[in-house]
């Protein structure tokens, strides 16, 4: 089996917060700081062998919990990262409408950074190399009527969809009910299905070869 799915939090509002492995999540449940859960998966992690009995432990971990202690957390932008960038923008480029792999793209600024443009979501998008060129510095009423999308800031569900390489059914449909109205990532990347041989659904971020 692949390697085992990342656990999503929630703060105590049921808020998304982050992703955690599960051996973290199986200490909040051995310190009883789960309060409750929300998934419908659940990831079975093995322990050691009992001297006594002989029978190897099993502890099952849901794959969204609630933490008590955990503060709802303050509304500011994620970080912007390439690789979050590029899923956002479904690895197309926003100039020439084409798909293209993570090492022929660049992040660009809509508003060129020597023109004032600053390095935020909604003033950055995907280009690739020869687009990002060919625009360089030009003013944006010169190119901004041909572009085949624009920026946005993601929420903080998007940002975790974008972030993670597998997530899970649920925790997908968990997520996407709090996407931002001007989102793209549904008309971009399908629900998770069954992987083969695999106990968990994945979301596949496959990108153009």
């Known amino acids: 089996m692949s390697k085992k799915p990342l656990i999503l939090v929630l703060d105590k509002g049921g808020q998304p917060r982050k992703w955690i492995d599960f051996e973290k999540a199986a200490y909040y449940h051995c310190k009883d700081l ?3 859960t929300a998934g419908q998966n659940e990831i079975t992690v093995h322990g050691g062998v009992s001297r006594v009995t002989g029978v190897r432990t099993e502890l ?3 794959s969204i919990i609630a933490l008590g202690g955990v503060q709802p957390a303050r509304r500011r932008a994620p970080l912007i990262t390439n690789k979050a960038l590029f899923r956002r923008d479904g690895h197309l480029c926003a100039y020439c409408g084409h798909g293209f792999s993570h090492a022929s793209l660049t992040r660009d600024h809509f508003v060129a950074t020597d ?44 940002h975790l969809l974008l972030t993670n390489n597998r997530v899970l059914d649920d925790q997908y449909d968990f997520l996407v009910q709090q996407l931002s109205t001007n989102s793209r990532f549904m008309s971009l990347h399908s629900r998770p299905v069954s992987e083969e041989n695999d106990d968990y659904r994945a979301i596949d971020y496959s990108v153009p070869a």
């Open 60 to 62: 099952a971990l849901n």
């Open 115 to 158: 023109n004032g443009g600053k390095d935020v979501w909604d003033n950055v998008v995907t280009a690739c190399k020869p687009c990002n060129n060919r625009k360089g510095h030009r003013d944006i009423a010169e190119y901004v009527d041909d572009m085949f999308f624009k920026p946005y800031v993601p929420s903080l569900a998007e």
């Open 34 to 36: 789960i309060k409750w």
